[in-house]
């Protein structure tokens, strides 16, 4: 297989599990992390994280782009025991669809990881079949989330803030795939990665507890493979997130969530110290 029909293979498995990505977080939040299904549905995420980050080091390792658009997960939202049924379902198609590739695979590392690709997405369908069959019969009948008690300008605040965190996530973990080849200055970016995961949770989180799925959609981003470009450019968009986790900060109505003002207060700072960090990284 040549390097561009692989590359575009990749591409389609990293849409295939930033989706799942999506749907088990999104779950999580509604259920509420601090919940048995909560837990483990966040714990399922972590794991699809890792199996889309070993796509994208490949993807930039080959001189690809990563595309960070997700593919749709297909599921059925009439209650619990449906929605899990539709996991299962997805996680079952994956384990011969990546154990094909991995046959196609020359590389030996590629094809290992595809073959992981592949046992792991049959952990996933075991689990969740597990966990399905465990519901009780109210929970089964059920759906994740409550009543949403926000205002309806708040509301859209806090799902534009989502969006912006999702982004800025996208955008650092794209750069430090694509930007492998500037050694730990990629691993850095990798770094604060991390960092915009906790802080988009800091305000999906609040959206999902009133019932409403959080605004997983990004903008555009920037795909320049310029170290100096990409830095930059990170910095212009820390500096935006701050900004509107300042404008949000002094919402009346954020005034009334003591919770969130603590988590915003928190990115805050952490945006400060990140815009710090970069102008030390450009001296």
Known sequence: MDTQA???????????????????????????EDTPLGAGLLSRCREE??????????????????????????FDPTNRDSIFASYVAYEEKLIPHYLAEADQADDPHIRRVLQREAWESEMHAKKFARTRKKLSPELAAGLPGGENELPAAFL????????????????????????????MMGWRIMDFSFTKMKQLAHVAEDVAENGITPRFTAGPLNKSAAIGTALAHLTE????????????????????????LLNLDLSIRQEDYEIAEIQDWKK
């Open 156 to 183: 859209e605040s806090l799902q534009q803030a989502v969006s912006r965190k999702y982004t800025q996530m996208l955008q650092t973990i794209r750069d430090a795939w694509v930007l492998q080849k500037d050694g």
């Open 237 to 260: 968009s820390l500096a935006a997130t701050r900004d509107g986790h300042m404008a949000l900060q002094n919402d009346p109505e954020a005034q009334k969530h003591a919770g969130l």
């Open 49 to 74: 994280m890792w199996h889309m980050h070993w796509l994208g080091m490949i993807i930039g390792q080959l001189g690809g782009e990563p595309d960070m658009t997700p593919a749709p997960y297909p």
């Open 6 to 32: 692989l590359i575009a293979l990749l591409n389609r498995d990293l849409a295939d599990e930033h989706a799942a990505i999506l749907r088990y977080l999104a779950h999580s939040y509604l259920e509420g």
